[in-house]
């Protein structure tokens, strides 16, 4: 196995929660106030590493949500689940199952498929589910000689490629954790999933397969969302609790947290919206990309441009006015009304508006 020392990789986590019942018998604003802390918690790590929240209210018994986590390295997943511990809802959450892994090139070749992402970055999809499990081979597969391991995989390719809705994402696990693969499939289709996994375990390949289990199947939503799956006080509610004023302005965020080139998730009103600085100009537009419903504040920044390129299919949004400048969404978004006043960013109601300068410090 060849040694790949200059290829850039990502450290990935998927760590699955599991919420104590007692945090559901307490008091309802304790409940609000605990979801909004825990939110922004993970929001403000936005920049440091890319995190995808899942539901599994209702689909499994051990655990009731999967952060997703893909990081440049180890000490930003330290970080982030130290931070969440330190959060009145982390008192309540048990980590019943947590896997490492990382990014990198496959050993086996296979043929260009122009549509395949890069195995070394990971970018999830905006698919509806996501099917994760960790992943073992036998021994007596590492015996096999070269050339035969790569037919087997090339059937197992070969299968996977009559399911195109179905996407792949494999992560190495060897010497980190228990396993040696996080195997995640990105999907719309359950039934779909189902009928690939039933069709594998008659390849060749499947027979050297040690363990795959446990499976979890994974709901993608929002942050918010996920966290009202878990009972108690909506958080959405919470979050439009945060003071609106007279002037119909609530104060959303402070520049510090907001540097030039960056975009943050704030909520007010109950609704998502993008913060956006290019160049000390502050701009506002929905958080919720028309197209599919990516998340623009992770999207990025063009200051020539003065857009927002979305995560997820490159659909890009003039700043200024909402309107789509390339790409797959057909309709604009709302834009904000952004006010400062000392460092605190304030946003107004949905209309055109002129940008808010920063100061300069
Ligand atoms: S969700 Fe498809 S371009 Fe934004």
Redesign the pocket.
Known sequence: MNSQPSEKRQAVRFAFYKLDGAWRRLPADRQAASKLEFGEVIESFHGRLLLRPYGLVGIRGDCDFLLWQVAENLDALVALQTALNRTDLGAYLGLPYSYLAMTRRSIYEFPEDPNAPSRLVIRPS?ARYLFVYPFVKTRAWYGLPKPERQRMMDEHVRIGRKYPSIRLNTTYSYGLDDQEFIVAFEGDEPAEFLDLVMELRESEASSYTLRDTPTFTCVQMSLWDMLDTLGGAGSVQAVARRPARADGFTPVATLPELPPGTGKRVYAAGEAVALFNVNGSIYAISNR??????S?SE?TVDPARCAVT??????VFALETGQVLA???SLPVPTYQVKLEAETVLIGPAGAHEPTVAPRS
């Open positions: 905006d990309c028309t197209h599919a419903r990516g623009l999207g979305c995560p997820w299919h490159e659909g790409g797959p969404p």
